[in-house]
């Protein structure tokens, strides 16, 4: 049996390890009466090939289909009986299944997530009617011009890498997978070594461990393939779409310390959230501000940061038309090279109180709360109380947001562009006219 820690306060996560490697999280939140359930695989997109590629994507929706005591119809009841909402999803290094609920039926809800994540049998005749419903969302997003910014952004940041490749696959590979290739797969990711067992919510804790250990100590022991950073390429690619007047455009920087372990460290993830909220995270940032109050040059325009375990990007996404795109970039890369310079106090408060609210208003919701403390036991094997990240968010400065500008802009940009005009070639001119912005 896993050594159970000493009681922790109320919000406090509880982490154990089983012998097999399975971890188990667990967040008491007595201030709610929900809780959200929760088993996460360390896989996704990265540890498919490009033959199999979108084969997370399927498996994710095929694991819902029939276990070896419930059907389809069955596992649908069984959670709509109880008011619970259940879902899942895949991403480029995780899938996880869930539910959420009254926190009175935690454990029912572990034994239901835990049926379906151990104990799927992928029957046949489901399989060849929901490749063609996956056949049919994988034709919608390529036909989508922002979705399909948003996987050429993927592939101009990592390449050929099994980053760049879209989560949902192709559609040459969704049509040709059997229930032998799932199997495969699940025997392959499926294991302890990959999986955390997570819940946060009103529920007992103990009985959650102790269940958590019962349903989980038979699964297979293997340790998951260690992460590796993917190498950054920094590509231009552009898609035209001739039924659309305007052009979608996503830029990427990559957030790369000089030294790789800093990629855990929380208070450099914090630092580089902070740069991606001041530039373009509300309506009163410089990006923002800029290109649709004074300039008018796009109604949409913002900044984020996105990241995984140990990748971490700098995104920047505007809608325009392509009269304003050349405008739009000289001034996105003005601006930026103005925060490499100076971060002004006003936006450092501002990104700094947003980025708490956010984390906070993150502690307040179930799902939220145990989602997060999932990824960081990803990223670094242990996770941060509220009260002490909101303490690493106020000790941010300004020189530490600007080195995220200034670290970031050492590198070429990453673009995609889709829409009215967008060609590969407009994509690369884009990007040698960024270069140039004194």
């Known amino acids: 049996m896993p050594l159970r820690p000493a009681p922790q306060p109320p919000g406090s996560p509880v982490v154990t390890k089983l012998a097999n490697g399975v971890r188990l999280l667990a967040i008491h939140l007595p201030h709610v009466r929900s ?22 994507h399927v498996l994710e929706h095929m694991a819902f289909k029939g276990t070896a005591t419930r059907s389809v ?46 104990n799927s049998t992928f029957p046949e005749a489901e399989l060849g009617r929901e490749l063609e419903v ?14 399909s910014s948003s996987d050429l952004l993927d592939r101009a940041i990592w390449g050929e890498h099994a980053m760049g ?31 955390v067992v997570a819940a946060a919510g009103n529920f007992d804790v103990d009985a959650f461990l102790s ?5 989980f100590a038979g699964m297979p022991s293997a340790t998951g393939a260690t992460a590796v950073p993917p190498p950054y390429a920094g590509h231009a690619i552009g898609r035209r779409f001739s039924q659309v007047s305007q052009v979608f455009l996503n830029l990427a920087w990559p957030l790369l310390p000089a030294r790789p372990e800093t990629m855990q460290d929380p208070r450099w993830r914090l630092a580089a959230s902070a740069a991606a909220i001041l530039f373009g995270g509300g309506m009163s940032a410089p990006f923002t501000d800029t290109v649709r109050e004074r300039l008018g040059l796009a109604y949409t325009a913002q900044s984020s940061a996105e990241h995984g375990d140990v990748w971490f990007n700098f995104v920047v996404h505007a809608i325009t038309t392509p009269d304003k795109l050349d405008q739009l970039m000289t001034v996105t890369g003005a601006l930026l090279r103005e925060q490499a310079g100076r971060i ?32 960081e036991l990803f990223v670094r094997g242990t996770v941060t109380p509220v009260a002490d990240t909101l303490s690493l968010i106020e000790a941010i400065t300004a020189d530490d947001v600007r080195a995220v500008f ?4 050492q590198h070429r940009p990453a673009l995609a ?16 006219a960024l270069a140039a912005v004194p």
């Open 211 to 215: 269940l958590g250990e019962r349903l």
């Open 35 to 56: 809780a959200s359930v929760g088993v996460f695989l360390r896989a996704g997109s990265r540890d498919e090939t490009p033959e199999t590629n979108g084969i997370g």
């Open 73 to 118: 119809q069955a596992i649908n009841l069984d959670a709509e009986r109880l008011g619970a909402d259940v879902n899942a999803y895949t991403s480029k290094d995780t899938t996880a299944y869930y539910m959420t609920g009254l926190g009175r039926h935690a454990g029912r809800f572990l034994e239901m997530t835990a049926d379906i994540v151990l």
């Open 406 to 409: 200034e670290a970031m802009l």
């Open 134 to 147: 996956i056949r049919q969302e994988a034709i919608e997003y390529q036909e989508d011009p922002q979705e």
């Open 344 to 375: 002004a106090p006003v936006h450092l408060e501002r990104a700094k109180n947003q980025l708490a609210v956010s984390r906070v208003r993150s502690s307040e919701r179930t799902h939220a709360t145990m989602e997060r403390a999932v990824e």
């Open 165 to 195: 490749m879209p989560v949902i696959g192709t559609v040459e590979n969704i049509v040709r997978f059997t229930r032998a290739d799932l199997v495969a797969h699940v025997k392959s990711h499926y294991v302890a070594g990959n999986t």
């Open 417 to 432: 562009i889709t829409g009215k005009g967008a060609t590969t070639k407009a994509a690369k001119q884009l990007v040698a």
